[in-house]
C-alpha cells in the first residue's frame, strides 16, 4: 500500500504546487502593485509591533476565512454554475496569495523565531525546491514564458495598431 501510495501522494503534492505556482505567478504583480499605489503606513507599523505568535495568528487569517471557499467554488462547478464556481475559486485564491505574501512579507523575521514554522518553511522550500528541479517543471517554465513572450508581442503589436490608427485620424 505504501508503494501506490507514496507516488499518488508525490504527484497531488506536484499538483498542488503547481497550482499556486500559477496562481503566484499573478498574484506576486498584484502585490506589488499594492504595495507601490497604498502604503498602509500605521497597518504595516502595527503589524510589525506583533510578537511572534500574535504574527503567527494573522498570517493565518487570510487562510482560515478564504481557505473554505474552495469547497464552495467547487459546489458551484458541480451544480452547473462554472462560471461563478471558476470566478470564486480564482477570486478567493488570488485575494489568500497576495494577503499571505504581504503579511509573510512583513512578518517573516518574526515568524522563522517559531521552530514549527521554521522547520513547516524548511520543509516548504525543500520540496518546492526539488519541484523546480524536475523536468516537468522545467518545460512548463519555458512554457509559460513562452506564452507570456506571445502575449507582450501581441499586446505590443495591438497598441501599434492603435497608435497607428490615432494618429492616422488626427
Request: proline share 5%.
Amino acid at each position: 500500500m505504501k508503494r501506490i501510495l507514496k507516488p499518488v501522494t508525490y504527484v497531488l503534492a506536484a499538483i498542488y504546487f503547481l497550482v499556486d505556482a500559477v496562481f503566484m505567478a499573478v498574484a506576486h504583480p498584484i502585490s506589488r502593485w499594492l504595495e507601490r499605489h497604498f502604503e498602509f503606513k500605521r497597518l504595516r507599523a502595527w503589524i510589525k509591533s506583533l510578537p511572534p505568535y500574535p504574527s503567527l495568528a494573522l498570517f493565518s487569517v487570510p487562510v482560515i476565512i478564504l481557505e473554505p471557499i474552495k469547497p464552495l467554488a467547487a459546489y458551484l462547478v458541480a451544480t452547473g454554475q462554472f462560471l461563478s464556481g471558476a470566478a470564486a475559486f480564482i477570486g478567493c485564491e488570488l485575494l489568500k496569495l497576495v494577503l499571505v505574501e504581504r503579511l509573510f512579507h512583513l512578518t517573516r523575521d518574526k515568524l522563522m523565531r517559531i521552530p514549527a514554522f521554521a522547520w513547516a518553511y524548511g520543509k516548504f522550500s525543500e520540496i518546492k525546491a526539488w519541484l523546480q528541479a524536475t523536468e516537468a517543471w522545467r518545460a512548463i517554465r519555458a512554457l509559460s514564458r513562452a506564452a507570456k513572450d506571445y502575449v507582450l508581442q501581441a499586446r505590443a503589436r495591438l497598441a501599434g495598431g492603435f497608435n497607428r490608427l490615432v494618429t492616422s485620424r488626427d
